[in-house]
């Protein structure tokens, strides 16, 4: 089920919770994720949906899984979000964000998706770049911007009691309120393969890109310099 060939290709990273291990797979026509006992590699579960993959670059999911709780969610290479419950692999819901406005990248899909509080934060490109769902039922609760999608995971920032999102995509690197998708700063990157996840510590923020190179961002509330 797993590395046979080209059956299973994919170029997820996998994401282990206590006993589990989940990937996701590709076969000719199906996205899989795949649910696998970390101590004997059983298989566990595994669940699949029809799904192209025309683009070049391989036909395989690019996004790491995440976990919350009782849930998975995927992000396949064709703009497809899913939840999938932990125990047996059952698909609960699943949007394209190519159907909110969002655009293919050159590479595919491949941002990571992010949890917090009740909403699935990704990338969508085009005219829903930054997007948020209702991590239980899958229904739309904001889009904003528009743009090219990077390929980089989003980081969740805490300042006192305010939540923000940092989305490393084409144009650079923006800081969104996760209540709205508001843009509240924004650093000018401009580069097609902003793939790399931003490093933070403190109220610094590292990003860096291939030929690019890197930068170091302070930032406040409002603001960064």
Known sequence: YLCQGQATATWSAPVIVGNRLVIPGRDEINDFVFCINTDTGELICQGSYEAEAGTAHGPGSRATPFVDGKYVYTF???????????????????????????????HGHSSSPLVYEDKVFVQGGGNALFMAFNKYDGELIWKSDSGLAGFSASILIQENEDSHILFYHGQGLSCIESENGQEIWHVPWEFEMNATTPAVMDNIVFITSFTKGCQAIEYNKDSYR
């Open 76 to 106: 396949g290479r064709r703009g497809d979000l899913v939840c999938w419950q932990l125990a047996d692999g059952e698909l609960v819901w699943k949007k394209n964000v190519n159907e909110f406005g969002g655009e293919e990248p050159s």
